[in-house]
C-alpha cells in the first residue's frame, strides 16, 4: 500500500470531515476551509479521477435535487482501503513529527 | 428555492466547460460549479460571483490545452512511423512525389524571392509614398518622348512657389569620371550629382559626417565606404582631397555614406554638388532654364495633389523666360511617384542607369509561379489518391479499433505535412543551389538571406501550409469517411474507382497548364530565333565601338593610322545605327515639292564617309557621302521608307533642308533596322557629321591582337582619355535583354513543369496499371496482345488530354499573340507550333502508358492471378 501526496491526504482528510461522503462544491469549500487556498475544479475532478483509479474513493449518483430542472450530482464516498491509506500516511506524519521535536524542531 | 432557476452560471461558460471536460458524465461538473457560484453570488455578490466562474473556466483551459497536446503528440509519434514506412514501402512512388514537389515549390521560391526582390526596390526610402520625381513629355515629330529632364532652378523655384513640396535636390548620375587621390587613379567613375536636400528626400545613411552640411559647399564630396575603402584604404577619408575629372577639380571630403544597396534606382560611388565641375557635363550655366539635362526630385507633404501639378510646372516654365518658344510651348512636365520608378515607369529617357523592370514581366512571373504551383500539388494529389486505394484496409483496421473521423483526418493531413515539409526541405536546398544561375539569368542580385524577412517568412509557411492542407485533403476527407464494412467485404478485381473522378479533374488541369506553358515558350523561342536570325539590312559583326563624348580631334589621322593595321577593314564616326527605340526624331524637315498637310516624323542619323562599308549596307539609288564631293557635307541620304513616305518620284539631286541645312538628295539607301524589331522602320536621313563615337570594321582573326592595335593608336591621339571599346553584337544583345531573360526564364520553368508533370504521370499510370494486373492477366489468358491493352489504358489519358487541348491551345495561342503584338516584326503563330506542341505531348503521355503496361502485361498471368 502506497503512501498519499499531501494532495490526497487534504482531499481524503476533508472528505472523512464531511462524515465520509459528500457532492464537489462542499469537498471543495471544505478545502479551501482547511488550506485557506483557492483549488479548481479542474484540479479537484483530476485527483478524484486519480483516487478513484487507486480504489480510495468511489462514486454514485445522487437523486436529482428536487427542484424543477434538478439534477442528480455526482457523490464521492472515501472506501475502507481509503480510510486504511490515510490511517498509514497520519501514523508515518506522526513517527516524523516526534523525531522532529527531538531536534526541537516545532511549528 | 425558486429564485435557483436565475442563479446559473453563464452560458458560455457552462459550453465551455462541457465542451473541455473529458469526464463529463461521470462527475457532475454543471451541478458543482453553479452550487459554488451560487454560494458566492449569495454572500458576495453577482460580479463576484462572474469572476469567480471565468477564472476558474480560464485556469481550466490552460490544464485542458496541455492535456490535449500531449495526447496529440502521442499519437503524431504513430503517425510519425507510419509515414515513414508507407514512404519506405513504395520508394519510387515517395521519391517522385518528394521529387516533384520539391522541384515545384522550389520554382516557386525562386520566382517569390525574384518578385520580392522587384517590389522591394526603393522601399527602403522612409519618405517612399511622398517622394515624387519630376518627368517632362516632350512632342518630338509626331511622338510623344518622355525624359526625365529639367534644369536646375526648377526644384528651388517649386519649394519656393509651392507649400506642398518641402524639399527638392537633384540627383542625376554620370559614370565617366577620372578620379584621383594621391596618385592611385580611377577611370569611370560613377558621380551622382545632388544638391543638400539630398539627404532630408532619401534614406542613405551617413557614416560619418553631418548630413545637413556635407554637401553645402561647392567643392565638397561624399564618398561611399567602398570608394573610401579603394582610395583611402584604412585611412579615415574626412578632410582629405580627391581630385575629380579630367580637369582635376580639388574636392574636399566632408562624409563618408553608405553603399547604397542593390535594390535602389539611385547608385553611387560619390555624391558631389551640383555646383561642382559641372562644366565637364553640360558647359552652361547652372542658372538657366534651357540646361535641361538633369533628373528632380521632390519630397511633398502628404496633401498634395500630383495630377495639379502638370499645368502648375508649366506655368513656371512659361513665366521664366525660355528663348525657344517652340520647345517651351511643346513641354509638359509632370509628377511621377517614386515608387513607380522601378517597374511602371512611362520614361523613355532616363537620367539613370538603374536597370528597370516592366511590371509585366513580374506579372509573367507570377503567373508562372502559381502554374508551376499548382501543377505541383495537384501533381502530389494525384499520387495521394491513387495510393489512397492501398490504404483502405489500414483505414478499415483503425476504423474497427476505434479511431474517429477526426483521428483519420487528421492522420493523413499529418501525413501530407511531413512529405511536404521533407519536399519544402529539399526546395530550400535547390533554391539556394539554383539562386546564383537565376542571378545569372535575371541580372540581378538576390540573396538567399532575403528569405530572412519575416513577411517573407510567413509567405514561405503559408505557401508550405496551403501545400499540404491542398494536397492532404482528398485522402483525408475520402478515406476517413469510408465505411469499414464496406471496406473489408468488397472483392473486386480490378480495385476500387477511388477518387477516378476528381483524378481525371486533376490531369486534365495540369495537361492544360503543361499545354499553355509549352506553346507559349515555342512561341518565345520561335520569335527570339526569328529576331537573331531576322536580316537588319545591315551587319554588325566585329565592328568595335570607341566611345568618345563629343569628337575626336584628328580624325582623319587617326583613320589612316588605323586603315594601316592589316586587320582593319574600314573605319567611320557617327550615331550607330543601334538606336534605342525612341529614335533621334527631328522636325524642322523641308524638302522640294513636299505637300503642305505632310505629318510624318523623322528619324536620322548623323554619320561619315564610309558608313555604309562599314556597317555592310546597300545602296538602292545614288552614292554614299564621299571626300571627292566636298559639298556632301550638307547633302542627305534617305532610306527607301523615306522616299515612298515623301512620295518622291526621282529623289536624287532633289533639295533638302533639315535646320539651317540645306542641301541635296545624293542617295537612297536600302531599309535597314536602326531601331529594334518592336518598331516599324521609319522614314530616315542621315547627314554628315564629324563628332559622335568611332566604329572600326575588323577582321574575325586576330581580334586580340587588333584591339591591342586600336588600344595603341587611340593612345598616341587621345592620352588623357581612357580606351573604351564594346562590340557592337553585344549592344544589339541588350535591346532585347527583357525578352531574352523571358524567354530563358520561360525556357527553364517549363521544362521543370513538364519534368514535374511527366513525373507524375509516371507514378499515376504505374500505380494504375498495378492496380489492375490482376485485370490484364484475364484479359491476356482470354487472347489480348500487348498493343490491346496499352490501348485500353491510354484510352482514357486521351480523352482528358483531348479536352485540355481544346481550352489550352486557343489560351496559348492568345497570350503568345499577346506577347507577340509588343514587336512590329514577328512571326507568325504557325500551325506548326499546335502541332509540335500536341504531338509532343500526346508522344510523351504514350511513351509512359506504354512502358508502365508492357512492365505489368510482360508478367505471368499464372503468377499474376494466383490467389492465395
Redesign the interface.
Known amino acids: 500500500m502506497g503512501l498519499l501526496t499531501l494532495r490526497e491526504d487534504i482531499i481524503l482528510s476533508a472528505l472523512v470531515l464531511l462524515s465520509g461522503s459528500s ?3 462542499p469537498i ?2 471544505k478545502i479551501i476551509e482547511l488550506t485557506g487556498k483557492e483549488i ?4 479537484l ?2 485527483m ?2 486519480y483516487l478513484m483509479r487507486k480504489g480510495y474513493v468511489t ?1 454514485h ?1 445522487s437523486e436529482p ?1 428536487p ?3 434538478g ?4 457523490i464521492y464516498s472515501i472506501t475502507k482501503a481509503g480510510r486504511a491509506a490515510l490511517r498509514e500516511t497520519m501514523a508515518l506524519h506522526e513517527k516524523i513529527r516526534g523525531r522532529l521535536k527531538d531536534m526541537e524542531f516545532e511549528v | 428555492m425558486s429564485s435557483k432557476k436565475a442563479l446559473h452560471i453563464p452560458a458560455l461558460a457552462e459550453f465551455i466547460l462541457k465542451k473541455m471536460s473529458l469526464y463529463y458524465e461521470k462527475h457532475s461538473i454543471i451541478e458543482d460549479f453553479e452550487e459554488t457560484y451560487q454560494e458566492i453570488r449569495e454572500t458576495e455578490g453577482i460580479l463576484k460571483a462572474n469572476t469567480w466562474c471565468w477564472m476558474s473556466v480560464i485556469k481550466s483551459v490552460s490544464g485542458y490545452i496541455k492535456l490535449i497536446v500531449l495526447g496529440r503528440f502521442t499519437m503524431f509519434n504513430n503517425y510519425l512511423k507510419i509515414s515513414l514506412r508507407v514512404l519506405k514501402r513504395n520508394k519510387s512512388f515517395s521519391f517522385i512525389n518528394i521529387a516533384g514537389l520539391s522541384i515545384g515549390l522550389a520554382c516557386t521560391l525562386l520566382i517569390m524571392l525574384w518578385v520580392q526582390y522587384e517590389f522591394s526596390f526603393d522601399k527602403f526610402h522612409s519618405n517612399y509614398d511622398n517622394l515624387y520625381r519630376v518627368v517632362t513629355d516632350f512632342e518630338r515629330g509626331n511622338q510623344n518622348v518622355t525624359e526625365t529632364m529639367v534644369p536646375v532652378p526648377l526644384g528651388a523655384e517649386l519649394k519656393k512657389v509651392y507649400p506642398e513640396i518641402t524639399h527638392a535636390a537633384i540627383f542625376t548620375e554620370y559614370s565617366q569620371f577620372r578620379v584621383e587621390v594621391d596618385g592611385k587613379i580611377g577611370f569611370n567613375q560613377q558621380a551622382g550629382f545632388t544638391e543638400p536636400d539630398f539627404f532630408e528626400l532619401f534614406s542613405f545613411p551617413l557614416v560619418s559626417g553631418n548630413p545637413k552640411t556635407c554637401l553645402k559647399d561647392k567643392n565638397s564630396i561624399v564618398i561611399t565606404e567602398e570608394t573610401a575603402a579603394y582610395y583611402f584604404g584604412d585611412k579615415d577619408p574626412m578632410g582629405e582631397t580627391v581630385l575629380f575629372d579630367d580637369e582635376k577639380f580639388p574636392l574636399k571630403v566632408t562624409g563618408v555614406i553608405k553603399d547604397p544597396p542593390d535594390n535602389s534606382h539611385i547608385q553611387f560611388k560619390m555624391l558631389v554638388p551640383v555646383g561642382s565641375g559641372y562644366g565637364v557635363i553640360t558647359g552652361k550655366d547652372l542658372t538657366s532654364w534651357e540646361n535641361n539635362v538633369w533628373g528632380l526630385y521632390l519630397l511633398a507633404r502628404n496633401d498634395v495633389d500630383p495630377a495639379s501639378f502638370t499645368n502648375k510646372i508649366t506655368k513656371l516654365y512659361r513665366t521664366h523666360n525660355i528663348e525657344n518658344t517652340q520647345y517651351r510651348e511643346k513641354i509638359r512636365s509632370r509628377l511621377q511617384p517614386f515608387k513607380n520608378i522601378h517597374m511602371r515607369s512611362d520614361v523613355d529617357f532616363d537620367t539613370s542607369n538603374h536597370f528597370m523592370t516592366d511590371i509585366k514581366y513580374v506579372y509573367i512571373f507570377i503567373s508562372i509561379a502559381g502554374v508551376v504551383f499548382i501543377v505541383a500539388c495537384f501533381n502530389f494529389m494525384c499520387m495521394a489518391t491513387a495510393r489512397s486505394a492501398k490504404r483502405e484496409k489500414e483505414v478499415g483496421i483503425r476504423k474497427v479499433s476505434g479511431a474517429f473521423k477526426r483521428d483519420l483526418i487528421i492522420q493523413f493531413m499529418s501525413e501530407s505535412f511531413i512529405l511536404v515539409f521533407i519536399s519544402f526541405g529539399f526546395a530550400l536546398w535547390l533554391v539556394y543551389l539554383f539562386l546564383p544561375a537565376l542571378n545569372e539569368i535575371s541580372g540581378k542580385e538576390i540573396h538567399f538571406a532575403l528569405l530572412n524577412k519575416w513577411h517573407i517568412l510567413i509567405s514561405v509557411c503559408l505557401v508550405t501550409l496551403i501545400t499540404g492542407l491542398f494536397s492532404g485533403s482528398y485522402p483525408a476527407l475520402y478515406l476517413s469517411s469510408l465505411n469499414p464494412a464496406s471496406l473489408f467485404h468488397r472483392k473486386s478485381l480490378s480495385g476500387k474507382k477511388t477518387g477516378i473522378n476528381l483524378r481525371k479533374l486533376l490531369v486534365t488541369v495540369q495537361y492544360l497548364f503543361t499545354i499553355v506553358l509549352l506553346f507559349v515558350s515555342l512561341v518565345l523561342v520561335k520569335q527570339m530565333n526569328f529576331i537573331a536570325a531576322k536580316d537588319l539590312g545591315f551587319s554588325y559583326e566585329n565592328v568595335v565601338s570607341l566611345d568618345l563624348p563629343g569628337g575626336i580631334d584628328h580624325f582623319e589621322a587617326v583613320k589612316n593610322e588605323l586603315l594601316m593595321h592589316n586587320d582593319v577593314i574600314s573605319v567611320t564616326q557617327g550615331i550607330r545605327p543601334s538606336l534605342r527605340d525612341q529614335g533621334h526624331s527631328a522636325h524642322h524637315i523641308d524638302w522640294e515639292g513636299k505637300e503642305a498637310d505632310f505629318k510624318l516624323g523623322f528619324d536620322w542619323l548623323a554619320v561619315s564617309y564610309d558608313y555604309d562599308r562599314t556597317y555592310n549596307m546597300t545602296l538602292k539609288e545614288g552614292r554614299f557621302f564621299s571626300k571627292e564631293h566636298p559639298e556632301d557635307t550638307s547633302n542627305f541620304v534617305l532610306n527607301e521608307t523615306a522616299v515612298k513616305a515623301m512620295n518622291l518620284k526621282d529623289p536624287i539631286g532633289k533639295i533638302f533642308r533639315f535646320n539651317n541645312t540645306e542641301g541635296k538628295i545624293i542617295g537612297v539607301i536600302k531599309d535597314f533596322h536602326f531601331s529594334s524589331l518592336r518598331k516599324k522602320i521609319k522614314p530616315l536621313f542621315l547627314t554628315f557629321t564629324k563628332y559622335f563615337g568611332l566604329s572600326v570594321k575588323i577582321r574575325p582573326e586576330n581580334q586580340d591582337e587588333t584591339i591591342k592595335y586600336l588600344a595603341a593608336v587611340w593612345k598616341k591621339f587621345e592620352p588623357e582619355e581612357p580606351f573604351k571599346y564594346s562590340f557592337f553584337d553585344e549592344r544589339i544583345q541588350r535591346m532585347y535583354s527583357n525578352e531574352r531573360k523571358t524567354e530563358m526564364l520561360v525556357k527553364y520553368f517549363t521544362f521543370l513543369t513538364i519534368v514535374i508533370f511527366f513525373m507524375g504521370l509516371f507514378g499515376l499510370i504505374g500505380y494504375i496499371s498495378q492496380q489492375r494486373t490482376k485485370e490484364i492477366g484475364i484479359r491476356k489468358v482470354l487472347g489480348a496482345s500487348i498493343s490491346n491493352i496499352t490501348t485500353m489504358i491510354f484510352r482514357d489519358f486521351i480523352k482528358l488530354l483531348l479536352i485540355a487541348s481544346v481550352f489550352s491551345l486557343p489560351l496559348g495561342y492568345y497570350i503568345g499573340a499577346k506577347w507577340l503584338n509588343n514587336f512590329a516584326y514577328r512571326i507568325d503563330i504557325s500551325i506548326w507550333i499546335f502541332i509540335v506542341t500536341f504531338v509532343f505531348i500526346f508522344a510523351f503521355s504514350f511513351l509512359i502508358v506504354f512502358y508502365q503496361t508492357v512492365r505489368v502485361t510482360l508478367l505471368n498471368p499464372a503468377d499474376t492471378l494466383r490467389y492465395e
Not at chain 1, 439534477?71 to 455526482?74: A, D, E, N, Y
Request: proline share 0%.
Open positions: 457532492g464537489g462544491a471543495r469549500n479548481v475544479y479542474g484540479t475532478y483530476n478524484m479521477e462514486t449518483k435535487v427542484v424543477q430542472g439534477r442528480s450530482k455526482t
